[in-house]
């Protein structure tokens, strides 16, 4: 039986994980629960989302462009339904609207945890035709057996290309900006040594801040921060998608990167949202009655606003592949290699195109530092000097004094398919942080999903946002082919 899960894991293109563990209990059953401390420590991040205040959970929202799955064809493992792998009966009568019904059945999911007696992931199947696919698949998996990467990686390798059911997808890399250097060797020297100082010098400043975070520096109360304890509340995931072909065009035509455009887009919407929910506040009179709203600016003039960026540490940019990182002497691990950075949010600008160029801006000082790498060994030597409580006190702090948390992650290149039926759209995000708002933004072929996690208390109106971002894009976009400086063919 082992033999034949061998060959099946291998066929599909994952390899079997050979640990310690197994090994032993192979040869002597009885030593199982003495063997399981033989097991490799987990990493720091890992061993946080296993803390009551950081029992995080990946949501994957995967829509399917083709025929629905039968039950006895996904719900069985050799014999018996698996316990992991939920089919839930559907009634049409039940669904009304498909949209609505997916939206409500995530948001109850978020309110439960997985079973940490069975393997720490689900798998929820949904026999829903929505308005964007056929049927929808929820993957749900505990964080700390993997971060974006490593999930993304072994999505990849459980694919197979619609174009060639043979071949797995494109692994998509990161290119890495270079800089052009000219001139004399003196010049080139002197550049060389520019460079290494304001690495140092951001790196400085941003350690300073990140430790004022800790002790005292708070993000400014905005209809966008949660309370304390929200990390225990269910989440509302919304999502929308958009071209990113549209998101090229930008990129291409103000010279940067398509994460500089998501955070641009990101930062604009966030600016027409807030604008909303404090001139609704702004516009009630003194005896409890709504005022006419003019269009105006409506933001207070001083806002802290910050997110978390997570930064993947790993010393190769992008998404490797499951085989590579399962490599016992791989130089890119499995697992959770994420650093974070405290990333300060601009909003309130007139022109629309200074929300790109700011994000540019901001982003380029940001990766021309070492504050990602800072706090994920920060957090490995609080832990080992001090055990997991404090470094889970300590990280808890910091984040709750952040507004919200940003991540954008790449995907195929072209149209995959599981079980030889195509995917129409991936929408990631989590549950379970200390924040009241998440974004995160997927790729996916030629298309990027935007996906809200949200607190329904503090953000009642997560579409309503969702829709703000989207607006945002196409401001931007008109702006620069106002400007002429993009051509429409």
């Known amino acids: 039986m082992e033999l034949e899960e061998d060959m099946r894991l291998r066929k599909i293109g994952l390899r079997p994980i050979e640990t310690k563990r197994q090994e032993n209990k192979a040869i002597h059953n009885s030593n199982y629960d003495k063997e399981i401390n033989e097991e490799e420590p987990l990493s720091p991040s890992a061993r946080l989302f296993h803390e009551p205040n950081f029992n995080v959970h990946i949501i994957a929202i995967i829509g399917c462009g083709g025929q629905k799955r039968r039950r006895d064809e996904m719900g069985k493992d050799r014999g018996g339904f698996r316990q992991d792998v939920i089919v839930p009966k559907v009634e049409q009568v039940e669904v009304g609207s498909p949209d609505q019904f997916v939206e409500d059945y995530i948001f109850n999911l978020s309110k439960t945890s997985v079973d940490e007696s069975r393997p720490l992931w689900d798998l929820h199947l949904l026999n829903v035709k929505t308005s964007q696919s056929e049927a929808v698949g929820v993957f749900r998996i505990h964080h700390s057996l993997g971060d974006g990467a490593s999930l993304m990686a072994l999505l990849l390798a459980c694919t197979r290309r619609c174009s060639d059911p043979e071949a797995l997808p494109t692994v998509p890399t990161m290119k890495k900006r270079h800089r052009k250097t000219s001139g004399s060797g003196f010049w080139r020297c002197l550049i060389r040594v520019w460079w290494a100082f304001q690495l140092l010098w951001n790196t400085i400043v941003d350690v300073f801040m990140f430790m004022a975070t800790t002790l005292f520096l708070k993000d400014s109360n905005t209809p966008l921060k949660g309370p304390h304890g929200i990390e225990h509340t269910p989440r509302r995931f919304v999502f929308r998608t958009i071209s990113l072909d549209d998101m090229k065009l930008i990129k291409n035509a103000m010279d940067m990167t398509v994460n500089d455009v998501a955070l641009g887009i990101t930062q604009a919407g966030l600016s027409q949202y807030l604008n909303r929910r404090y001139g609704e506040n702004k516009n009630i009179d003194d005896k409890g009655g709504f005022t006419r709203q003019k269009k105006s600016i409506n933001l207070p003039k001083k806002i802290l606003l910050r997110s978390l960026l997570l930064i993947n540490i790993r010393p190769s940019a992008g998404i490797q592949a499951l085989a590579d990182m399962m490599e016992e002497k791989a130089e890119v691990k499995w697992g959770n290699w994420i650093g974070y950075v405290l990333l300060p ?64 992650l790449v995907g195929p290149l072209e149209e995959i398919g599981f079980y030889g039926h195509p995917l129409a759209y991936l929408a990631p995000s989590s549950y379970g942080q200390p924040h009241a708002l998440m974004i995160n933004f997927q790729s996916y072929r030629n298309k990027m999903t935007i996906v809200l996690s949200v607190d329904e208390d503090v953000i009642p109106d997560a579409h309503q946002l969702c829709d703000d971002i989207v607006h945002s894009l196409h401001l931007i976009k008109n702006a620069l082919i106002h400007k002429g400086l993009v051509a429409i063919n």
């Open 345 to 408: 949010f601009s909003i309130g600008r007139d022109d629309p195109l200074d929300y790109i160029r700011q994000a540019k801006s901001t982003i380029d000082r940001k990766m021309h530092s070492f504050e990602a790498f800072y706090t994920f060994f920060s957090a490995e030597i609080v832990l080992k000097l001090f055990g997991i409580k404090a470094a889970s006190s300590l990280s808890h702090r910091i984040i709750t004094h952040t507004a919200m948390c940003f991540s954008n």
